[in-house]
């Protein structure tokens, strides 16, 4: 058998600091949408231009996610978290002062973009993964995912009133204050040094051994493709929506409400995925998901466009909206183990946030060129079923490896 990685945490403890370093990641960066109008408007710049800032956000969260995981895996998440708080508070304040689009790109795009690598799920979920006990599993992710969907209900109307009432320069500088907030929060997932390997164990699998085993099982690549859609729709919905609603002539507050409802309502959903993911396969909810939300944007798009209409959509795609992550986590620790549970949900979120990077960008591009979102709008409902039939095929169970070292 192997040797216990670290000795456990009190899981109180990690769900607390945890969740609260979830909630002020995922709340600040939720209502980047409400800054694309008055940035544009002051600075001169189109919307592709802040789009594409936002862009790169995502897919620079993505692509250093597996690594910051790797790190967070080995030394502990405490080390990677205060760096990437850090480039958080950073990058809020160069995107308020930056005269040009380089330095807006590099403040908004790559160093919030490092940092979200460090503050968010991935990191988090594999601290949980390693306290809570296997039957305890799903709904600790579950609760966390909860958190952060809190965050994103919480720090919209915050946001939207700070811009209002100070200016959009003075309410980044105040959610970077906020954000080194997760400073001493991150002291509570301080994990234990790892426990020495016991004379003839199994030697431990390595990172890189982690990767290939993981990309060489068809499981985890469906679940990339499932991710891939998510990080499209939820991005692109995040981002455009306030502008999508303004074009239409509707009062900005109803987009503040709609965002703040998708937050408050995605706390029971992500609640609920976390209970349900203990009952039934990953897979089958999943597959519910992706498919559910292709009917609630084609529903809300062929209806008459209300306030009413609006906030039922925020309503419905906020119980939609991260209840994949707790599920997706579960899965790769099912099938994988909890060891690199961090790296390997790293690499399946690389996935999710080329994902955004396409729909924030594509929604900026097209916007420019066609004066409408209703492409992009269509592409969403397409690769929402294209998502639920990818979950339909994995297989939930472990691995050849955790099977051959249980036995």
Not at 71 to 99: E, I, K, N
Not at 336 to 354: D, E, P
């Amino acid at each position: 058998m192997l040797a216990p990685l670290r000795h456990r945490l009190p899981l109180t403890t990690v769900l607390i600091c945890g969740g609260l370093v979830v909630t002020l990641a995922m709340g600040i960066r939720h209502g980047f949408g409400f800054w694309q109008l008055p940035i544009t408007m002051d600075r001169g710049w189109s919307r592709e231009t802040f789009a594409f800032a936002l862009a790169l956000q995502n897919l620079l969260w993505g692509a250093t996610q597996p690594f910051a995981g790797m790190l967070a895996d080995r030394f502990g998440a405490f080390r990677v978290l205060a760096v990437a708080v850090l480039c958080y508070a950073g990058g809020l304040v160069l995107m308020a002062l930056a005269p040009n689009v380089p330095l807006f790109d590099l403040g908004a795009g790559v160093l919030i973009g490092v940092a979200c690598s460090g503050t968010t799920y991935s990191l988090v979920y594999g601290v949980i993964g390693r306290t809570a006990l296997p039957a305890q599993r799903s709904q600790a992710l579950g609760l966390c995912a909860a958190a952060g969907s809190f965050g994103q209900f919480a720090m919209v109307p915050i946001s939207q009133w700070l811009i209002g009432h100070v200016g959009w320069q003075q309410a980044l500088f105040g959610l970077g204050a906020l954000a080194l907030l997760m400073l001493p929060l991150g002291l509570g997932l301080r994990e234990p040094a790892a426990a020495p390997a016991a004379a003839g164990s199994v030697k431990p699998q390595s990172p890189l051994a982690a990767a290939r085993e993981a990309f060489a099982t068809p499981a985890f690549r469906w679940l990339m493709i499932g991710y891939f859609v998510c990080g499209f729709q939820v991005v692109f919905i995040g981002v455009h929506l306030p502008a999508y609603l303004r074009d239409k002539g509707m009062d900005p507050q109803v987009a503040v409400w709609a965002l703040a409802l998708i937050g408050l309502f995605n706390i029971a959903g992500t609640w609920t995925a976390g209970q349900l993911g203990a009952r039934i396969p990953g897979k089958w909810l999943l597959a519910f998901i992706y498919f559910a939300r292709a009917v609630v944007i084609a529903t809300w798009l062929a209806l008459p466009l209300t306030a009413v209409s609006t906030l039922v959509f925020a309503a419905f795609m906020g119980a939609l909206w991260l209840a994949t992550v707790p599920l997706t986590s579960g899965v790769i620790a099912t099938v994988f183990g909890v060891r690199y549970l961090g790296m390997l949900s790293g690499c399946v979120f690389f996935s999710h946030q080329i994902g955004s990077f396409l729909g924030v960008w594509l929604g900026g591009y097209l916007y420019d060129r066609r004066g409408s979102y209703d492409v992009v709008w269509a592409i969403t409902i397409v690769l929402g079923v294209v998502a639920g039939l990818s979950n339909l095929p994995i297989r939930e169970r472990p691995a050849a490896r955790l099977m051959a070292e249980a036995a």
